[in-house]
C-alpha cells in the first residue's frame, strides 16, 4: 500500500473518479457520517486494490496469511515497521471484510473477526501517528477508520454491488453477518426481504 501522504486523487484518473462517485453515493444511501478525509482514503483505497491487480484481490482468503500472525508481526515490529505493517493490515481487512465479504463465507475466521483486526491495526496507528511531527491528521482519519470499521465496510459493501465485481449474497449469509457485526445496512435488507432482525444476539467480538 503506497502511503496515505500519497493518496491524493490525480486529476484526470476516470476509475478513480468512478470509485469516488460509488462511494459518496454509498456514504450517502447508508446515511454513515464519515469525514472527507475517510471519504478520499476509500476512493484511493478502492482505486489501488482494483486497478493495480492487488495481490489479495481475489486471491483465496483462505490461504492468506493468518490475520493473528500479520497482526503479532506488526506489534512486535520496529518502530517505521510498525507504521507500514498497520497500515498493510488494516487496509486488508477493511478491503476484504467491505469489498470481498463473500469470500469468508463458510471460512474459521469470519467478518466479525477481521474486524476487529482491522479495528486494533488502525488505532494502533493512530496512537503511533499521534505523536509524530504534524501527525495529528492522519491520526485522527485512522482512529476515524478504526472506531467506524463496520459501517464503512457496509459502504464498500454497497459500491461492490453496485460495480458487479463482488459476489451476491444470500439472505441467510446477510443474516449471519448482521448478528456478528449489527450492520444497520444488513438489518435494513433483512426488512426489505420481510425478515425482522432482533437485537438479542452479538458478536462476542463486539463486547
Request: net charge neutral; hydrophobic share 40%.
Amino acid at each position: 500500500m503506497a502511503a496515505v501522504e500519497n493518496t491524493a486523487i490525480i486529476p484526470g484518473n476516470r476509475c478513480a473518479e468512478y470509485f469516488k462517485e460509488m462511494v459518496v453515493s454509498s456514504i450517502r444511501n447508508q446515511h454513515t457520517d464519515v469525514s472527507d478525509t475517510v471519504e478520499f482514503y476509500l476512493v484511493n483505497l478502492l482505486n489501488e486494490c482494483l486497478k493495480a491487480e492487488r495481490i489479495f484481490l481475489g486471491g483465496d482468503v483462505e490461504n492468506e496469511e493468518p490475520l493473528t500472525q500479520k497482526l503479532n508481526k506488526a506489534l512486535s515490529a520496529g518502530a517505521y515497521e510498525k507504521i507500514r505493517r498497520f497500515k498493510e493490515l488494516g487496509d486488508f481487512t477493511l478491503f476484504i471484510a467491505g469489498f470481498f465479504s463473500d469470500s469468508l463465507n463458510r471460512k474459521l475466521v469470519d467478518v466479525d473477526f477481521y474486524g476487529v483486526v482491522g479495528s486494533v491495526a488502525y488505532s494502533n496507528l493512530a496512537a503511533i501517528m499521534k505523536n509524530k511531527k504534524n501527525g495529528e491528521v492522519f491520526s485522527s482519519l485512522y482512529n476515524e477508520l478504526a472506531e467506524k470499521f463496520f459501517p464503512i465496510t457496509d459502504v464498500l459493501c454497497e459500491v461492490s454491488q453496485k460495480t458487479s465485481i463482488g459476489k451476491k449474497e444470500n439472505l441467510l449469509r446477510i443474516y449471519e453477518k448482521w448478528v456478528k457485526t449489527d450492520s444497520k445496512r444488513d438489518a435494513g435488507r433483512l426488512i426489505s426481504e420481510g425478515i425482522i432482525p432482533t437485537a438479542n444476539a452479538r458478536s462476542k467480538y463486539l463486547h
